[in-house]
């Protein structure tokens, strides 16, 4: 029963990331210093050397720059050893051309894995789930996404939500259903009489007082 217990345990979104040390395929790595003062997007596969992790990781590794641009660090994980962590980046860069320079955690002991619920019975005993967790500079878990064993994730909306995420922080607005950046965002409601009716003057798009949009 504690064995089960364990495995299903998972951070929620609002928690702080459970810290960890682990070695990757930059070297050991402690979870807390990797994501000092930057986002992390940490996302689980099943399995080195299997076609749908495969082009989900050298996805990630074609996006580097991109996630840089965002302030944003990558760390990738799957219950293998660090030697075939090492053979499968040899192997994807010889064939395709691609290089996985973000690490990879080697967590063939499932620590971090058990750590994070990214082992869900249901799916798998020995294999992670597709999870990605986005923590923000603070440390805190922003949004969790879980997909199963067999299919791959939608690396446009990892990014589009990353940016939806960001937005809303740094304008203090809310994001709107299918919005994509440069849209409209949303307006937090008033909390007032008086708000209300300096909403009615503003050049917001009002649905009605409680829902309106704006440009940033």
Not at 3 to 8: G, L, S
Not at 39 to 45: D, E, G, L, T
Request: hydrophobic fraction near 40%.
């Amino acid at each position: 029963m504690e064995e089960i217990q364990e495995m299903t345990m998972m951070p929620r979104i609002g928690d702080q990331a459970p810290d960890f040390e682990a070695t990757t395929t930059i070297g050991n790595l402690k979870m807390s210093d990797y994501n000092k003062d930057s986002w992390v997007i940490m996302f689980s596969h099943p399995a080195d050397f299997t076609p749908v992790c495969t082009t989900e990781l050298t996805a990630f590794a074609q996006e580097e720059e991109y996630f840089a641009s965002k302030n944003t660090k990558l760390i990738g994980l799957s219950i293998d050893s660090i030697h075939s962590h090492i053979a499968w980046v040899n192997n994807v860069k010889k064939n395709m051309g691609i290089l996985m320079k973000f690490p990879i955690i080697a967590d063939i002991d499932m620590k971090v894995a058990k750590l994070y619920g990214m082992l869900q019975p249901g799916e798998s005993q020995t294999a992670a789930v597709r999870a990605v967790f986005f923590i923000d500079p603070t440390g805190k878990i922003r949004l969790i996404m879980y997909y199963p064993l067999n299919v791959g994730r939608n690396m446009n909306e990892i990014k589009r939500v990353l940016e939806a995420l960001q937005t809303s922080d740094k304008n203090s607005v809310a994001i709107p259903l299918n919005w994509q950046p440069g849209d409209k965002v949303i307006v937090p409601p008033p909390k007032t009489v008086a708000e209300m009716e300096e909403r009615e003057k503003s050049d917001y798009e009002m649905v009605d007082f409680y829902l309106a949009k704006k440009e940033l």
